[in-house]
């Protein structure tokens, strides 16, 4: 079995973060979407808010697991028999980071191998801050993210005209 792990904070879950479960699940037997509880940061939403709404995103997708993780993201990839640690590239300003993180993790890991996906060009500007700036200004999200996560956002500050 070829399992995946595709990682993140998804707070909330994109649609850019979508296109890349959608593409990234037809490469391996499994994909695991991965939420990292991270103490450092403070979330919009709670680690069960994300996972639901993350679940409720892929539902339909036979091959994909959601789980919660905390601390060394190799660590939770070799419990669960991850081969491949999956991350989306929007632009070439993320490559340098992402770049420093798989490196450290194939220095823990040598096992486990990252391949990044190209995130679709329509969805190239997206990521979850920009989505809480503008629904937290009740601009109109509706495009940008699940419907799942349009209802949740419009919950969170309190009746946004959408
Ligand atoms: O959505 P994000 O915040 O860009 O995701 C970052 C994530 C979760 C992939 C990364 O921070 C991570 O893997 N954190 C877990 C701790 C870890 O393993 N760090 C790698 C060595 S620096």
């Known amino acids: 079995?070829?399992?995946?792990?595709?990682?993140g904070s998804f707070d909330p879950?994109?649609?850019?973060?979508?296109?890349?479960?959608?593409?990234g699940r037809k490469l391996f037997d499994k994909l695991?979407?991965?939420i990292l509880r991270n103490p450092q940061k403070v979330p919009l939403f709670s680690i069960e808010e994300r996972e639901a709404m993350i679940r409720e995103t892929v539902k339909n997708f036979s091959n994909v697991e959601v789980a919660v993780f905390d601390g060394l993201l190799v660590k939770f990839a070799r419990e669960r028999g991850c081969r491949v640690i999956v991350r989306g590239?929007?632009?070439?300003?993320d490559y340098e980071y992402a770049t420093q993180i798989a490196l450290v993790n194939r220095k823990m890991a040598p096992e486990i191998e990252t391949i990044f996906l190209p995130t679709s060009a329509e969805y190239s500007y997206l990521n979850s801050t920009v989505v809480k700036e503008i629904a937290r200004f009740k601009g109109c999200v509706r495009e940008l993210v699940p419907a799942v996560v349009e209802e949740k956002l419009r919950e969170k500050f309190n009746?946004?005209?959408f």
Do not use: K, Q, W
């Open 13 to 23: 879950i994109t649609n850019g973060h979508l296109d890349v479960i959608e593409r």
């Open 89 to 93: 590239l929007r632009a070439i300003s």
């Open 1 to 7: 079995m070829f399992v995946a792990v595709y990682p």
């Open 159 to 161: 009746d946004i005209s």
């Open 32 to 34: 695991i979407v991965a």
